[in-house]
């Protein structure tokens, strides 16, 4: 994201399918960002709204359910950036 926008270095798209998932993978985030020295800077939505963003400045992850993710199609939008990892 670097070279396209100052918004952010990175950006982290992935999905979860139910409200525990979420919250599984806000928890498993926030762990690891803590271990390497980052701290969150904000949380935006929940998910019963089907999307949660969280912050950490260098590094945006947005958490959506599948049908958000394919309604929004950040992937799409920010096609111009670098890829650096894709896990399925």
């Known amino acids: 994201m670097q070279e396209i ?5 990175y950006m982290v798209v992935c999905n979860a399918e139910s ?3 979420f919250k599984a993978i806000v928890d498993q985030v926030d762990t690891r960002a ?11 939505g929940e ?3 089907g999307w949660v963003l969280l912050d950490y400045g260098q590094v945006v992850v ?15 939008l920010w096609n111009k950036a670098r ?4 896990v399925q």
């Open 19 to 21: 409200t525990p998932q």
């Open 5 to 9: 926008t100052l918004l952010t270095d």
């Open 62 to 76: 947005h958490i959506f359910s599948p049908e958000l993710r394919t309604y929004y199609n950040l992937e799409g």
């Open 34 to 44: 803590r271990e390497a020295g980052g701290r969150r800077l904000h949380l935006e």
């Open 83 to 86: 890829l650096v990892v894709r």
């Open 47 to 49: 998910a019963a709204s």
